[in-house]
T-cell receptor, first 115, second 112 residues
Framework: EAGVTQFPSHSVIEKGQTVTLRCDPISGHDNLYWYRRVMGKEIKFLLH????????ESGMPNNRFLAERTGGTYSTLKVQPAELEDSGVYFC?????????????FGEGSWLTVV | QKEVEQDPGPLSVPEGAIVSLNCTYSNSAFQYFMWYRQYSRKGPELLMY????GNKEDGRFTAQVDKSSKYISLFIRDSQPSDSATYLCAMTWYSSASKIIFGSGTRLSIRP
């Protein structure tokens, strides 16, 4: 069974440009999460989808970040325009049930560098 | 003040040693506690998941929660070089919570 897949694995963009990160969750997982770790900080929650609906987006830092999950399958996270402080690793995770921590599977992350 | 404090290390121990990793937290509402292992350039992988106070054992790993002290620990017995990784404590308020709060992680190295 394929795990959580993220694309691209690495991205280097200039400040002001747009980047779109994609996440393919494990097949059949209704719950999809985005987390990120910026340099020197902890991994922090961004948002949670249940199917195509945003269950909790309290961690989204500002309106330069837009997450979508059309059709309840894969998800995209767009950063527009990117700023230097957006550099870090963006993790996607998915779970079948909503019991926190019990069955959440993380992808390998998308490493974003904004220069 | 951070909600979860974790010593970043690095921690280096010889193979076979018992390793103790710890976190403290400030929010007494946390009920569910987790330990994740993260290898370099990989995503976090759930190791242990516990609810409330007490001990939970899984093979060479033991997770301990002391809610009265707001302190959690992970013990690794008979440590192996393959245990070298970053260990992240994490916690949340209830089982269906969307958000997990992570510690900053402790880098562990097991010397052969």
């Amino acid at each position: 069974e394929a795990g959580v897949t993220q694309f691209p694995s690495h991205s280097v963009i200039e400040k002001g440009q747009t980047v779109t990160l994609r996440c393919d969750p494990i097949s059949g997982h209704d719950n999809l999460y985005w987390y990120r770790r910026v340099m020197g900080k902890e991994i922090k929650f961004l948002l949670h989808f249940v199917k195509e609906s945003k269950q909790d987006e309290s961690g989204m830092p500002n309106n330069r970040f837009l997450a979508e999950r059309t059709g309840g399958t894969y998800s995209t996270l767009k950063v527009q325009p990117a700023e230097l402080e957006d550099s870090g690793v963006y993790f996607c995770a998915s779970s079948q049930d909503i019991s926190s921590g019990n069955t959440i599977y993380f992808g390998e992350g998308s490493w974003l560098t904004v220069v | 003040q951070k909600e979860v404090e974790q010593d970043p290390g690095p921690l280096s121990v010889p193979e076979g040693a018992i390793v103790s990793l710890n976190c403290t937290y400030s929010n007494s509402a946390f009920q569910y506690f987790m330990w994740y292992r993260q290898y370099s350039r990989k995503g976090p992988e759930l190791l242990m998941y516990t609810y409330s106070s007490g001990n939970k054992e899984d093979g060479r790993f033991t997770a301990q929660v002391d809610k009265s002290s707001k302190y959690i620990s992970l013990f690794i017995r008979d440590s192996q070089p393959s245990d070298s990784a970053t260990y992240l404590c994490a916690m949340t308020w209830y089982s269906s919570a969307s958000k997990i709060i992570f510690g900053s992680g402790t880098r562990l190295s097991i010397r052969p």
